[in-house]
């Protein structure tokens, strides 16, 4: 109740009256979520964390994405929004674990590749390469330091940008950690939350954002691929989605260093930003790493590999 008493009353004139205590969520390392009863109907408040705008988030932009996910049913429903919390329909949901991404991969490729195809568009832009500058500044601005990685990060950012320059931004949710995914109930339908990320971005991001940060093998990617493009993938598309997952260490490591800075959550951002460092090196010394450039390049060159 403390951490809401500023702005329970703006949303029972919206909602409703309150109904016993709210409780809190567990899970987040950006934001602290609430579930409350207002009006007799459940829902999920989002309150943002310290600062949450210099991570780029954009709150009109994960309001507008979160509308159109739930449009097109892959969200939980938008109620309101005060200041910048975001209030949605609490589902009863369980958290997907690896036997269900296993199930439901093409279920979640469906239903990105919906999203990225979406008319709408986002009043922010979201590429990791412009993101790790924006935060080196952030760090510089307030007297921290840049871990050893973090220029690791940067070159292999603009290997994957020259490959990949991001021509045709599209709407993306950018941010497909486990538990940004869950299966509601009793229908057993896979929906994504936590849409504060959204921007106009790469689609492929999403597609390697969604591999990297659930363990995805070569036969979940291959999957994954196909479903989203409704026939088996070519090999540029693969090296892409491989590239993408590199990128995404990039931006999880980064996006480590400034909430290490700035954040009041109890969570090991060193740790965290560590664990991204060091899996994206891995990556870039195989020899891998080169091929997948290379397939990359000549698609943008004209030549299908």
């Known amino acids: 109740m403390d951490e809401l008493h500023d702005i329970l009353p703006g949303l029972q004139s919206k909602l409703g009256a309150l109904s016993g205590t709210p ?4 899970g987040g390392i950006t934001n602290r979520n609430f579930r409350a009863t207002l009006g007799g ?17 954009d709150r009109d932009a994960e309001r507008i994405a979160n509308e159109e996910a739930s449009n097109l049913g892959i969200a939980p429903a938008v ?35 919906a999203f990225h195809d979406s008319p709408v568009t986002l009043p922010t832009r979201f590429w990791v390469p412009e993101l790790l500058e924006d935060y080196a500044g952030i760090v510089a601005a307030r007297g921290g330091s840049l ?26 949710h950018n941010d497909l950690l486990p538990g940004n995914i869950i299966r509601s109930r009793p229908d ?15 689609p492929r991001f999403d597609l390697g954002n969604l591999s990297v940060n659930n363990d995805f093998d070569a036969a979940m990617d291959e999957r994954l691929l196909t479903a989203y493009e409704g026939s088996p993938p070519s090999d540029s598309a693969r090296a892409a989605l491989s590239l993408m997952r590199v990128l995404s260490d990039a931006r999880e490591a980064a996006w480590a260093v400034v909430q290490g800075l700035v954040s009041t959550l109890e969570f090991d951002f060193d740790g965290y930003g560590r664990e991204h460092f060091e899996r994206l090196q891995d990556a870039v010394e ?3 790493f080169a091929e997948w450039l290379s397939a990359a390049r000549e698609v943008a060159d004209g030549k299908t590999p």
């Open 286 to 288: 195989q020899e891998s």
């Open 79 to 113: 109620a309101t929004t005060l200041e910048d919390c975001l209030v949605t329909r609490f589902l009863t949901c369980s958290p997907i674990d690896s036997a269900g991404l296993q199930e439901g991969v093409e279920d979640l490729a469906r239903a990105l590749r």
């Open 147 to 172: 871990p050893a990685g973090y220029e690791h990060a940067r070159r292999a950012a603009a290997l994957i940008e020259e490959a990949l320059p991001l021509h045709s931004p599209r709407p993306c």
């Open 188 to 202: 057993g339908r896979l929906m994504i939350v936590d849409w504060e990320y959204a921007g106009m971005g790469d």
């Open 41 to 57: 109907v459940e829902y999920v408040i989002r309150r943002p964390g310290k600062d949450t705008d210099l991570l780029g988030i």
């Open 23 to 26: 409780e809190p969520l567990d």
